[in-house]
């Protein structure tokens, strides 16, 4: 993907998430998500995911597409730059690559917003830079990459 854009259900900001926002969205802490395991709990209690998701990356993605036939959703990630930071960085690369697939399969869009401090921004970039074959780094400071 070098040299491509970053893709349209991702986005990176430091802006505050804006009030009456249409789409439903549930938010996770990206402190309270460094490792798989946190994630996949943090996950399991912000989309209320029943008692025997299996807390793994096929078992996300069908929860995601599953949730996806009641409407749109927009997760979002608080404090983004600690998303799985205590994980090797392929597993940043593995979320991203779930999210892609259910919302190229679903009906109705999925996105993935990363939040955090302008003073962050550049190590998050840098991170999905990494695992997105170099789309992530040209965003522009403090805005928002597409």
Same mark, same amino acid.
């Given at each position: 993907m070098t040299g491509q854009r970053q893709p349209g259900w991702l986005r990176v900001t430091d802006e505050a998430r804006p009030p009456g926002h249409p789409t439903p969205s549930v938010t996770v802490a990206g402190a309270a998500a460094r490792t798989r395991p946190a994630l996949f709990d943090a996950l399991a209690v912000a989309l209320d995911l029943p008692?025997?998701?299996?807390?793994?990356?096929?078992?996300?993605?069908? $929860?995601?597409?599953?949730?996806?036939?009641?409407?749109?959703? &927009?997760?979002? $990630? &608080?404090?983004?730059?600690?998303?799985?930071?205590?994980?090797?960085?392929?597993?940043?690369? &593995?979320?991203?690559? $779930? $999210?892609?697939?259910?919302?190229?399969?679903?009906?109705?869009p999925v996105r993935l917003v990363l939040r955090d401090t302008p003073q962050r921004l550049p190590a998050l970039r840098l991170r999905l830079s990494a695992v997105l074959g170099g789309c992530g780094a040209a965003a522009p400071p403090g805005g928002v990459a597409h």
């Open positions: 008692g025997h998701f299996g807390r793994n990356w096929d078992a996300l993605a069908d $929860v995601l597409a599953d949730r996806l036939d009641a409407g749109p959703l &927009t997760l979002e $990630v &608080t404090d983004a730059g600690l998303l799985l930071a205590d994980e090797p960085p392929g597993q940043l690369g &593995t979320l991203l690559d $779930v $999210v892609g697939g259910v919302s190229a399969g679903a009906r109705e």
